[in-house]
């Protein structure tokens, strides 16, 4: 009975054993188009989500925090275990009075519910300028950047080849909330989009693994535009405190600088600003080697030393938190770069056309969608198996027979690889499949062994190759010349010899 805990526990198993091979036979099928493509993308991201419902319902099925799957496998050796038919039979006859009772129920084919998933077609919104996936759609953004105070005037086309660059923004500009809201919109429109063109990518794993290098490069200074992270054991960092204290050696060196730039640099670490041009650079200096929360408190402006830190605790928070934002949207502009490209030589294309084109072309688009749903229900005919071309249709027959595409060469050194053509027989030699076959064989890949592919062949010319440099090899005995006094030219083996009669 469905009722029973057991019987819920099994038909979950079948469930997600169900749901498995229905993913491996749906990717087993070679979409027609992109459409289809991506249709076929939701429906195994839609059956991934099932099989981790129902396994989600099984672990807490097992952990069995009531225990009732317990107490119900207990009931079942009622009848002790030398004689467990009396609790076999009494559980027989509840299901026959239940099914005298419902004489409607019957067993559902569930295979044929499952095979309804594999014929949905999603839902999936796409706005006009997106064009069902192909492009982004990023105008929103793109106004609230150029509108803000740390974004500057520029064409919709260059913001699509910058928006990612965030080092470039100041970084006083980087920590408003203006800029915090504009980066979390640009990464949750980024996040959407790809959840609707690339369903089968697993964020939690992208992203987990952006934060582990981040926490390493953020621990070493060297996330891009970043590199000072702001006060931290006591030091601010340059573009921050106006004065970097590591070009500066002594005090007098500091008070080159002038008065207003060190009070500056002192109302920044919130120390003392009064006093002379020598004890505020004195003062000053002493933050080279000794952190803030060290130094005596008289050196603090009133009320500043506490907040001072809290302050810079928050904000060094606050801004490992942006650069964290920043990081993850580069990182889905990574894998959305050939989106990005095609997104902005289309918004250069449509800047070319006038009203009437862009009409004329927004109608092929539909026509050609269209098209493309109808022709997914009919095969293309191709009864000479010709090969497709960059349209998904067969190439020309005249092509065909011009590149020599139904010849066909195969290769013994590469495995009895096929290749059909010439050209891609000729190019083959220097792949990596012939190259790999060779050193297989111990023998260099040289011109002397183009257009030969049997093994037997290649280990012969190989052979031979080595006894002719056997032969031309350089014999110091015969070919090495010396020369007496008298002018005679000899070999080394008939000058040793004279030499050692004493006739030389």
């Not at 050209?423 to 183009?450: S, V």
Request: aromatic letters at 10%; glycine letters at 6%; proline letters at 3%.
């Amino acid at each position: 009975m469905s009722s029973t805990l057991l019987e819920v526990t099994r038909a979950a198993h079948e469930d997600v054993e169900r749901l498995e091979r229905l993913v491996v036979k749906e990717l087993q099928r070679e979409p027609a188009n992109n459409r289809e493509r991506l249709f076929q993308n939701h429906r195994v991201r839609h059956m991934i989500d099932l099989i981790r419902t129902t396994t989600d319902k099984l672990v807490e099925i097992y952990e069995d925090k009531d225990n009732a799957r317990r107490d119900e496998i207990g009931a079942l050796g009622v009848g002790g275990q030398n004689n467990p038919f009396p609790a076999f039979y009494d559980r027989l006859k509840e299901i026959r009075d239940y099914h005298r009772r419902h004489p409607a129920a019957r067993v559902v084919d569930a295979n044929e519910e499952f095979e309804e998933l594999l014929k949905e077609e999603p839902q999936i919104e796409f706005s006009g300028e997106e064009a069902f996936g192909r492009y982004l759609d990023m105008h929103e953004l793109y106004n609230k950047y150029i509108n803000s105070k740390f974004g500057e005037p520029m064409e919709y086309s260059a913001f699509l080849e910058t928006f990612f660059q965030t080092h470039k923004i100041p970084r006083n500009l980087k920590l408003t909330r203006q800029y915090r809201e504009y980066l979390e919109n640009v990464l949750e429109y980024l996040i959407s989009f790809m959840e609707r063109t690339q369903p089968l990518q697993d964020f939690g794993r992208i992203f987990t693994k952006v934060e582990v290098e981040f926490e390493e490069q953020w621990a070493d200074g060297k996330v891009l535009g970043w590199e000072n992270k702001g006060m931290e054991n006591g030091h601010v960092s340059s573009q921050e405190s106006v004065i970097d204290l590591d070009y500066y050696s002594t005090v007098e060196e500091l008070m080159e600088v002038g008065p207003e730039k060190l009070k500056e640099a002192l109302a920044a670490r919130g120390l003392k600003t009064g006093g002379t041009l020598q004890q505020r650079a004195e003062r000053l200096f002493l933050t080279k080697y000794t952190p803030l929360e060290q130094l005596d408190r008289k050196h603090f402006a009133k009320g500043s030393r506490g907040s001072e830190q809290n302050g810079v605790a928050e904000e060094t928070n606050s801004k490992k938190e942006i650069a964290l934002v920043e990081a993850k949207m580069q990182r889905l502009c990574e894998l959305l770069k050939e989106t990005i490209i095609q997104t902005k030589e289309n918004v250069i294309k449509k800047q070319a056309l006038t009203y009437e084109e862009m009409e004329a072309e927004r109608e092929e688009e539909e026509i050609q969608a269209d098209t493309e749903s109808d022709d997914e229900e009919q095969q293309i005919y191709n009864p000479l198996k010709l090969p497709m071309g960059w349209d998904g249709k067969p190439i020309p027959y005249w092509l065909y027979k011009l590149h020599g595409l139904g010849q066909e060469f195969k290769c013994e050194i590469c495995g009895n690889y096929s290749y059909w053509g010439r050209r891609a027989f000729e190019r083959h030699f220097k792949e990596w499949r012939h190259q790999h076959g060779m050193r297989c064989l111990n023998i260099p890949n040289t011109k002397n062994f183009n257009e030969i592919t049997s093994i037997q062949e290649a280990k012969d010319l190989w052979e031979k190759i080595q006894e002719r440099q056997g032969l031309i090899k350089w014999r110091p005995d015969l070919e090495e010349e010396y020369e007496d006094r008298e002018g005679n030219i000899y070999n080394k083996k008939t000058y040793t010899d004279l030499q050692r009669q004493g006739l030389i």
